[in-house]
Structure formats: C-alpha cells, structure tokens
C-alpha cells in the first residue's frame, strides 16, 4: 500500500491553499553555525494560517460526513485551534462553538480581548467558558453538555475532542504534513517541533517515519513536563496507529521531548522565551507567537547550547504559526 493511501479512507475537506514552503534563514544559520529550515507551517492560508488547518481538514471532513451543522471545540483563550476551528467553519457554512478554558491565570484584559478571541467575534462564533485550564475531561464533558442543548434544539453537533483518549483524527493532518515534508527535503539531520496536546508530534513523526526519513524528531514541550508528555505523545502514536490500521512501528527511542524552555508554564513568558521571539524577529524579520512557535525556537536554541544538535547539521524547525496571539500578550511583549 502506497504512503498516501493510508489517508485516503477519512472523510477530508480541504482547508489548505497547498503546500507550505520550506525556507532556509540563512542569517540565523550563521549566527547559530547551523543549516537552520523553517517550514512555514504559519502560511497555510486559512484564517491567519497555522498548524491547526492541517488537523481540521479531517475533523471538519468527517463533521460533514455525518451531516453536522454545528462544530464545538475547547481551547485556552488564546487558542490558535479555535480560531482556526472558527474560520473553518464559516468557510463551509456551519456554526461554530468555542469553548475557552482558564489555562493561564494573572493575564490583563488584552488577552481576553484581543488576538484570537477578537478574530472569532469577527468570525461570528458562539463563545462559552469553562473555568478550569488542566481538566480535559471535564473540558469535554461540558462540550458534550452544550451539544446535547442544540440537539434539543434539532441541531447536529460534532464535538472535537481535548482529552487523549480519542481517535487522533487531527494527526492525521501531521502525517501528510510529514510526507510532504520529505517530497520537499529528505536529507535533514534533526526536526524540531512544539509538543502540546500531542497530534502535531505523533502526527509528523509517524510522516517522516513512513517515508523512510530516520532523523530525531525534538518534540518541545509546551504545556506538560518531560515525563508526561513522553507519556502523552506515546498514547497518541498507538492511537494513530490503531486509526491507520497499522502496526505500531515507533518505540519509546523515537520520542524525545525536553522541557527546559516550558517555565513558567504554559502561556507564560519569561525572559528567554521573550529573547528567543525578538532574536528571530530581528534576524530574520520573522514573527513567532509567545505560546508555541517562540517556546519551540527556545528549545531549539537549547539544544544546539547542550550539543544534541551539532555545528553544521541541517535542522528543521516547524513554524506552527499561532500569530494573532502576540496581540493578546501586547503587555507582556511590549519593550518599555
């Protein structure tokens, strides 16, 4: 079975303007002494781009395949996801319901304002609260409880899931993300990539490993510690092998995370994470945004200090994009 027919069986709707370009930052390569790549995975065209477009094309493929007119997803104020979830679904004509969880606490009043919750105002989907940030069960539960409402109502609500223990549809947007990559480039040393809810990690590594590219896939954590995303990304690689139907193909060796761009936490900046944002703005007039793409460069810049990637070797990071966010973070950002 060819690579690509893995995928062909899921209902998918296409929310992407192509392929994203690989770009080589030729003055960040210098200043690190690497062959530094961005995959510019923040150009993926829909609603301000970003990673979340690859994963909704099959999410929302198979919303429509039951008839939904109605999407519910859960994320942090700041969510890109649901943003992304909300631009899709007005591009396909259905309603969307974001539910925006309290993951990060001591924020001023941009950050409920602007940035992605304004672009959904914009977008014109329903906003509902949910006042816990580390309890995806309970994130869902209270998704489920607003969808059985619109039943009542003769809606037709598809849920899009927080928790793990789902199937991983949206990695599936990461696996062809990762066959794309290596129709691209095939010959890189290392990739490195943020690692939150899990999909985008396990999603591209499965990818890559499909298409017979071996490098180390540094997943940066950005919401869990070393150990538990370890544990997390491992129980959405089974998943998504249960989902293709294959056999499970990667081993613990396979997943690597590292946590020393994670403090002080999820959606919190400190001083490196700030330096790691303004030295790719100022180098390569490229924006990151505070909560994913800003930690991942961090990371990288961490191991590239630490050794695990070496002068010379060519490296390429994922921008997941993720860029109305710096709006909601003005004061956090703003040079005084």
């Known amino acids: ?72 997803i859960t994320g942090a104020v700041q969510s890109n996801y649901v943003r992304s979830a909300a631009a899709a679904a007005a591009r396909l004509g259905l309603r969307a319901v974001l539910q925006l969880e309290e993951r990060v606490t001591g924020m001023g009043e941009p950050y409920y304002r602007s940035g992605n919750v304004l672009l959904a105002e914009i977008l014109g989907a329903e906003h509902i609260r949910y006042p816990v940030g580390e309890d995806e069960a309970g994130a869902d539960a209270a998704l489920h409880a607003r969808a059985d409402e619109i039943k009542a109502n003769a809606g037709k609500p598809y849920v899009i899931h927080l928790g793990a223990g789902h199937p991983p549809l949206g990695a599936l947007g990461y696996v062809a993300g990762g066959i794309e990559l290596c129709a691209q480039m095939n010959d890189f040393d290392a990739v490195v990539v943020p690692s939150g ?114 002068p010379g070797q060519k490296v390429v990071m994922l921008h997941t994009g993720g860029l109305p966010a710096l709006f909601g973070y003005q004061e956090e950002l703003t040079v005084g």
């Open 1 to 72: 079975m060819k690579i690509d027919d893995l995928l062909t069986s899921f209902p998918r709707v296409q929310l992407m303007t192509g392929e994203t370009q690989l770009e080589r930052l030729d003055r960040m390569s210098g200043h690190l002494g690497i062959d530094l790549w961005l995959k510019r995975d923040d150009l993926t065209g829909l609603g301000f781009g970003g990673n979340k477009t690859r994963q909704l094309e099959f999410y929302f493929g198979e919303a429509l395949a039951q008839g939904a007119d109605t999407v519910l």
């Open 197 to 310: 809810s899990g999909a985008t990690h396990a999603g591209l590594l499965t990818g890559l490993r499909l298409s017979g590219q071996s490098a180390p896939v540094y997943g940066i954590c950005v919401r869990r510690d070393h150990d538990q995303q370890q544990a997390r990304v491992k129980t959405v690689l089974k998943n998504l092998a249960d989902l293709l139907g294959i056999d499970a193909m990667l081993t613990s060796d396979d997943i690597i995370t590292t946590d020393g761009a994670l403090a002080p936490g999820y959606g919190k900046l400190d001083a490196s994470t700030h330096g790691a944002l303004t030295l790719m703005a100022r180098t390569e007039g490229i924006f990151l945004d505070p909560v994913y793409s800003a930690k991942t460069f961090e990371g990288l810049l961490g191991l590239v200090k630490d050794g695990s990637i070496q």
